[in-house]
């Protein structure tokens, strides 16, 4: 029996044959090692522990001793039959029953035999077992413990025919922690918990400044904040589902939490994805609907979610390292296949929108799209390099020190990296679409230009807001680029219906010009004169037009 830490492996076994590499190590001292010089006779039945030079054994966490059953060392030879009694049941396994083997294996040998020359008796270094054995873990590590029967022969006179043994036994592992989990999937307790109160502390920074803009709010700003609700509670189930693990065994309640998780983590993936197409569709800043295109988002969505189900069910439910390559890729490409959909018609939605807005010289809302833009290509620059990693890790899960190497860090690879990666992309979306002065500004409002050049005259006669006849003037002289009637903010323009409310209210008949700062009144197109001077937005005069 050994029990090492993976990293000490290379102290196990010493080489068989130098000349023959196919020939494996040999790991166990038998009268064959002792015969060949591996090992001396004082070690064995324990596993052979080859040390540098200049390295003791207490350096590293090998323990390795030979164990028996009973005080006598008697044992039951194997014929192949069932054992009608009147023996000792050492080599019995607890159903009281061996099994009955092939008959080419009733004739099996074994390079661990102990040979005439050294009886049982002679063992200096095995230990009977009597009670739990218990080890204690020097330093963190992936730990294991190996264990092999050795065949022994029922008398050294005989003719040398192997006997088959057999035990059965259990190893408990306890870790730092309390708990059931294995040590590869405890930091998610943290991690959730830790993401839990992050995405209630953007909530809470969202309402505030929801709250205090509450008049001027977007319907994209609704939806932000009850996607801010939904990934609290998707945090909030991830942490309990693991909490569970940790206290209870896997069973049908585990199940069931685990397919409500499951659900809210493609409800929020779906979700998003979704909004984020619509918007860098247009909807609600260039175009009123999406028509047809709002189907084809809903159908998409759907698909997504779906099999986003079924991947965050068969990541937890199947153990990669014995998973077939098949199995693996049905859980990853539908989901691929959907995700790539959607990141390249976002990406080709939001670069039509941000040439529109550049032919219209829309700057405030270009610049908010120019920014989006630029947050979702190094999101997909990031996705690209985690996938290139990923993807090399799950190609040696079949290497023995797969596991030994990614115990510790595999949370952070299948779960943890991508958390990590939407919350700093959903933090940076969400600063540029936040409640501020200008929402009232974004909906369906065009921005004024602030010279001759940048007018969208074209865009203007087609909304109604200007006659045909009036673009002369703009090349006049108040409108030449940098006139004293120019002013150099940012000037939205204002729909009729909102001054029609104004001019009833307060009883103020309509005019072409204002004072200083007042340079954002709307040309009625109706009227005899002020045309050129309420779009241009002078604020020192008026300039009429005779008909």
Partial sequence: M???????????????????????????????????????????????????????????TIWTSGITFSGNGSFVPYTGEEDAGGGSDLWLPPDGELPDLPEEDKNYSSPFLLRRGLPLARRQSVIPYTAPINYTIPRKGYYCVGTIPITLLSNPLTPETADHAAFTGT?????????????SEYPKIGFYLGMTWAYTLVGAVWASMCYRHRQDLLPLQYYIASLIGLLVI????????????????????STAFLIVVAILDAGRNSLSFFLLLVVSLGLTVTKESLGKLMTRCVILSSLHFIFGVVYAVGTVEVTLETASIFLLLAFVIPLAFTLSIFLLWIMYALNGTIQELAARKQRYK????????????????????????SSLSFSNRLAEDYASNSWSTRWLLLDGWLALLYLAVFCLIAFIWRPTDNNRYLANVDEIAQDADDYDLDAMERAGHLKADSTDNLNGEHGRPGSPGVGQDVVFEIGDEDDEEERERTGVPR??????GRGRTEVDEHAAGEETEGLIGAGNGSSKRDD
């Fill in 171 to 183: 190893v408990l592992f306890r870790n730092t922690f309390a708990g059931l989990l294995p040590a």
């Fill in 234 to 253: 998707e945090m909030l189930a991830s942490w309990g589902y693991y909490r569970y693990l940790n206290a209870h065994p896997p069973g049908i309640t």
């Fill in 366 to 389: 270009l610049s908010m799209f120019t920014r989006l833009y630029r947050i979702l290509l190094g999101a997909v620059v990031l996705m690209s390099i985690f996938f290139v990693v």
């Fill in 511 to 516: 005019t072409g010009g204002g004072g200083p």
């Fill in 2 to 60: 050994v029990i090492y830490e993976w990293s000490d492996i290379v102290y196990l076994g010493k080489v068989t044959s130098e000349s023959d590499d196919s020939l494996p190590k040999t790991y166990v001292c038998t009268s064959d090692a002792v015969n060949a010089g591996f090992c001396t006779s004082a070690t064995l039945g324990e596993f052979i522990v080859d040390l540098p030079t200049g390295v003791s054994q207490n350096e590293t």
